[in-house]
């Protein structure tokens, strides 16, 4: 009886941390504006982002006034998106595309089509274009937003993630200390404290594996996603998506090294009783 109880405070441990962890991670680093701000700004020391930003700037600079000259614009954007100020412009860019899915705060006709937009007025208006934007006469707007998708999507529209950020908090912290709780009652529970942290261990490296295949086989799916979007936009949400990758790789591999390192302690710890009983 206590072997069956063990086992099932052992799966629904190993259950909770496979949803704790994905969970923490979404919420720290996509619901969360100042991590999602953190994480584009992270993107932006990329080449290929910047570059692909450079030539956006430089599009919608053309269409802000007919007499640009595009080759001087598009040398003023290459320096600008290389400089020390652009990942905390471009952060602040997605700061805006955040608040447009998750609050209510921006409006619905920003984009005539309703698509997904990102402002980059801020970048506009800085120093590096100054120059260049006053001897063509252009003024920039208080508002220069960019569509993320060609198509406007029945899913994303403007704040249509408003409850995952009200309650996004609550679950993740409430999953955290429910995958603790049981940790520690299936402890309690264990004959064997050592098997049982090897158990957990175990539990662990299973929970940082899976992540890990999740994750190749969501990128796939997550490739198709990004079809709706092209061009220079594109290749922006591909160093996006690569840099969040990363992100949750390092917590995956911080998974399996604790995982690792209870594995270890446990078969110490058992080896240590199974001495003392001896003696």
């Known amino acids: 009886m206590r072997f ?3 086992l099932l405070m052992w799966l629904v441990t190993t259950l909770l941390l496979a949803l704790a962890l994905p969970a923490a991670w979404v919420q720290q680093h996509l619901v969360d504006e100042d991590g999602y ?9 990329d080449p290929g982002l910047q570059s692909a930003m450079a030539s956006q700037l430089t599009t919608q600079v053309a269409r802000l ?3 640009v000259n595009t080759q001087t614009v598009s040398l003023v954007a290459a320096t600008y998106t290389s400089s020390s100020s652009f990942p905390g412009q471009f952060a602040q860019a997605n700061r805006f595309a955040h608040r447009w899915l998750f609050t209510d705060s921006i409006r619905s006709n920003v984009d005539s089509q309703g698509r997904w937009v990102i402002d980059i007025a801020p970048m506009l208006s800085d120093t590096a274009f100054k120059e260049t934007l ?5 003024t920039v707007p208080t508002s220069v937003p960019i569509p993320l998708t060609d198509n406007a999507s029945s899913v994303l529209r403007p704040g249509s993630l408003r409850l995952v950020a009200g309650y996004g908090p609550w679950v993740s912290v409430g999953l955290a200390v429910l995958t603790g709780f049981f940790a520690l009652l299936t402890l309690f529970v264990a004959r064997s404290r050592g098997k049982m942290l090897v158990g957990l261990g175990v539990s662990a490296l299973l929970v940082g594996a899976a992540g890990w295949a999740a994750i190749e ?3 796939r799916r997550l490739n198709a996603v990004l079809d709706n979007s092209s061009g220079d936009i594109r290749r922006i949400a591909e160093v996006l998506v690569g840099t969040a990758q990363n992100s949750m790789h390092q917590w995956l591999n911080i998974t399996l090294v604790v995982g690792g390192g209870l594995v270890i302690i446990g078969v110490i710890v058992s080896l240590l009783v199974s001495l003392a009983r001896s003696t």
């Open 4 to 6: 069956a109880a063990t």
């Open 65 to 67: 006034g007919a007499s």
């Open 217 to 219: 086989f969501g990128r």
């Open 134 to 138: 006053s001897d063509c006469n252009i």
């Open 37 to 45: 701000a953190a994480l584009a700004q992270k993107a932006a020391s």
